[in-house]
């Protein structure tokens, strides 16, 4: 397997630049602040034509003491969650100069442990250092690590199965470099905006299951849909409107002749629910719940109550 990439600080080439050259993600800069840096705007951009982004943490050579990696690891996860990353996406943290003692920076790779953990946590620099901080287990296990194309470095070369990814030589162009990732999308940590490598299943806030849509696919053309809540445990899913189309949907619901407890799943697009209860009540208005275009999917069943409630989606 073999996939392109490429790296730049001071250009910003277009989608359809990167696509005619292959590229299929982007290794990019954030945390120190400078103008090379990633932001959300260029993250929006590269999403929605289609390139996956990888994040490094490169400032003046870096590497350093322990209080530094935990500088750098806070700065760095906080920049990309402002670039709407998000989920446990991985960090290339930059050793860019020749270190002929890799266990000198094994204090810095343990702050940035400390900060976001080891199975977010990835290097690039020479072949000896990512080799050292793997078997040190200071970066994330497996083929990881980001090996720079200076290859007169300590460690040389090394072999393709030994990284994640490489950089390679020649390069695209004078502004764009080349790399050549060796394992998938997912493995190598790369993400779009609201979309994680790796997304994490969270558990269910409550005892009682809720079922994940969809159970029921309804037109998303038609705007508006209606279900009859009447037996508990009995759930129905839908894709939020808003969420293909835009704007925000509201979902309602009315109860006659008793009071009913509904329950609401709201998924984002990761998967992961909030569930709420509702006591909808006969003597009151009717429950209105707004769903932007980051609900994807909604769920709704009747908990308990001998009262029939009626759900009404709108757009």
Not at 294 to 306: C, E
């Amino acid at each position: 397997m073999s996939i392109l990439g490429g790296d730049y600080s001071a250009a910003r080439p277009t989608v359809a630049t990167l696509k005619s050259l292959g590229i299929q993600f982007v290794c990019r800069y954030g945390g120190d602040g400078g103008s090379k840096d990633l932001t959300l705007a260029e993250a929006q951009y590269l999403s929605n034509g289609g390139i996956w982004i990888v994040a490094n943490f490169e400032s003046a050579g870096r590497g350093g003491s322990f209080a530094q990696g935990q500088a750098d690891a806070r700065a760095a996860d906080a920049h990309f969650r402002q670039c709407g990353a998000v989920g446990n996406f991985i960090i290339y943290f930059s050793i860019d100069y020749d270190e002929t003692n890799p266990a000198a920076q094994d204090q810095y790779f343990k702050g940035i442990n400390s900060i976001i953990g080891k199975s977010r946590t990835d290097a690039y620099g020479e072949r000896a250092i990512i080799l050292h901080l793997r078997s040190a287990g200071l970066i994330r296990g497996g083929q990881c690590g980001w090996r720079t194309m200076s290859t007169g470095w300590t460690g040389g070369a090394g072999s393709t199965s030994e990284f994640a990814v490489e950089q390679v030589y020649p390069p695209f162009n004078n502004s764009i470099d080349k790399n050549i990732a060796y394992v998938s999308l997912a493995q190598l940590g790369a993400w779009k905006v609201g979309i994680s490598p790796t997304p994490t299943p969270a558990p269910s806030p409550t005892p009682v299951p809720v079922p994940v849509p969809p159970v029921i696919h309804s037109n998303l053309l038609e705007n508006a849909m209606h279900f009859d809540l009447v037996t508990p445990g009995k759930y129905f899913a839908f894709t939020n409107p808003a969420a293909v189309l835009g704007g925000t949907a509201h979902l309602t619901v009315a109860v006659d002749f008793a009071d009913v407890v509904v329950r609401v799943a709201v998924f984002d697009i990761n998967g992961h629910p909030t569930v709420t209860n509702y006591t909808v009540a006969v003597a009151k208005s009717a429950l209105n719940i707004a769903l932007p275009p980051a609900a994807n999917k909604v769920s709704i069943g009747l908990v308990s109550g001998t009262g029939i409630a009626g759900a009404d989606i709108y757009l």
